[in-house]
């Protein structure tokens, strides 16, 4: 019995002002959240002093979804877990748009008595495979 699926995102090659930008951050994750028809309960946001990044993290009645963005690698990380079915969002189309991101990594686990599987999907914006 699968009881949800987790996504472990990266996203490297990011644009680092960009990754600063709360707003922008919250954005994305709205975004995400109204894609797949989640629900929020609250969240918790926290945008670091001078060249830091941004860290959130949304409750949802799925279960929660974070964000950490590290502008100073070119970094961002995002963890999405579902305890209903959800289809895959397009996290490269979206994080190399709105982030700039150049490789984005997802990880996919379906987690449960039958322990994770997992898949690893991987891009480059230029031409790398899925």
């Known amino acids: 019995m699968i009881v949800g699926t987790e ?14 930008d709360e707003e922008l951050v919250r954005a994305v994750i709205d975004r995400v959240i109204a894609d797949l028809g989640l629900h929020s309960i609250d969240s918790i946001w926290h945008a670091f002093e001078g060249e830091g990044g941004v860290t959130g993290l949304v409750a949802l009645t799925e279960s929660h979804l974070a964000c950490h963005t590290y502008p100073e690698y070119g970094t961002a990380t995002f963890n999405l877990y579902c305890c209903r079915t959800r289809p895959d969002w397009d996290w490269e ?3 190399m748009s709105s982030l700039g991101a150049r490789t984005v990594t997802v990880t996919k686990f379906l987690r449960g008595e039958a322990g994770p599987q997992i898949s690893d999907l991987r891009s480059e914006a230029a031409g790398g495979e899925r």
């Not at 995102?9 to 960009?18: I, R, T």
Request: hydrophobic share 55%; net charge negative.
């Open 7 to 20: 996504w472990l995102v990266e996203a490297a090659g990011c644009n680092g002002d960009l990754l600063r």
């Open 93 to 95: 189309a979206n994080l």
